[in-house]
């Protein structure tokens, strides 16, 4: 048996920026989800939704960013937490949800953010190449910005309240999406069009919420930019993984109403909302063998007790691979893949990488507004 001290020096690879999947604990009790939870059917379309009610709106100040507190929102350890907005000079605007871990053991949980706030969250914000106006390529130059701090430790899914979390930690990410829906849709009213991104952790959590965001706004389009949150099928996460996260982050109120496998497995998202909303487009960044999200699934194996927690570069790939082949007859999605073991894209990244001929920057533009880029580009 690896000793923990070995096991501990493995975690190196999540510090900081690191993304996953689910959490591991014993069942809890859930939180008042009251005016979040789910409607009945219509929701979009023809499809059940989780139902929406807008709160205030926000006062904009005209130039830079301004700390929206947010009352209700909790991070894990029980303090207040709340988001970035800046108002741009377009009427478009991007969501971006922040990255950093999955609390679901105590070695990774020694990695992940306990708290998100103005102090410490400017810092952070400022890592993420697309939330400046003066990175080159950016696609959302002077753009609306919502900057969505992540200390809840559940990709954004959570409902647990009250220490009733992992070990007592206040786990309730999917709350605090609605809280900020609440104040951000109503201010921005007379947008044309919103872009959902995220990293890591912040992409498993804006695929996990695109239906309630796209609800949220009605009639305004919501497209999907997923940067390093891979939903791989059950082959590679194994069905422990869904089991254990799905108790303990309270997923039975949480996963989209409509979609009927999700209970087996999270990778039935994807799918699930490319077949069901043709008229969005989708997209997923990705290396190939990313070393981090290769650490945070690898916890699921042997049954969710390995020794070494870390699945196979080349079994990731092929992982990629698969969900490539599986999304190719889907013509709104689109997967960007590049060589490597590096982590997220959208952190730090260079806009100007360039894979099989076409400029990350270029595939972003067309991943938001359509055009020839909009394809599978990678190995």
Partial sequence: ?????????????????????????????????????KKDPPGIGDEPGYGFTPG????????????????????????????????GSVNRLVVYFEGGGACFNRETCLSNPQVFDEA???????????????TEGNPFQNWNKVFLGYCSGDIYSGIRDKQDGFEGRTQQG?????????????TFTEIDDVVLTGSSAGGFGALFN????????????????????????????????????AETWGWDKTLPPGCKDCDKTIASILPYYVSSFPGHRFSLMSYTQD???????????????PEVPNIPAMDFA????????NMSVYPNFALWTAAGTSHTFLIGGDLGLEVEGVKMSEWLEDAIDGGEYFRNVGP
């Avoid at 991070?75 to 988001?83: R, V």
């Avoid at 070393?291 to 007790?305: A, E, K, W, Y």
């Avoid at 092929?318 to 082949?325: F, M, P, Q």
């Fill in 120 to 134: 410490g969250g400017t810092r952070r914000r400022d890592a993420v190449t697309v939330m400046n106006d003066a």
């Fill in 174 to 186: 999917f709350v605090n999406v609605g809280l900020m829906l609440e104040r951000v849709v109503p």
């Fill in 210 to 245: 695109w239906l309630r965001v796209q609800e949220a706004f009605g009639a305004k389009e919501v497209t999907l930019v997923n940067d390093s949150g891979p939903p791989l099928s059950s082959t590679y996460v194994p069905p422990c993984f869904q089991k254990i996260s």
């Fill in 56 to 87: 205030a709106g926000l006062t904009l100040q005209s130039a830079g960013w301004q700390w929206v507190d947010l009352e209700g929102a909790r991070c894990q350890d029980g303090s207040n937490t709340g988001f970035f907005v800046q108002k």
């Fill in 291 to 305: 070393s981090t999200i290769r650490l945070f699934f690898g916890f699921g194996l042997d049954n969710c007790m």
């Fill in 318 to 325: 092929t992982a990629i691979d698969e969900l490539r082949d």
């Fill in 1 to 37: 048996m690896q000793s923990a001290k070995k096991r501990l020096a493995s975690l190196g690879l999540i510090m900081g920026l690191a993304g996953g999947l689910v959490a591991c604990g014993d069942a809890a009790t859930d939180q008042d989800i009251s005016g979040i939870g």
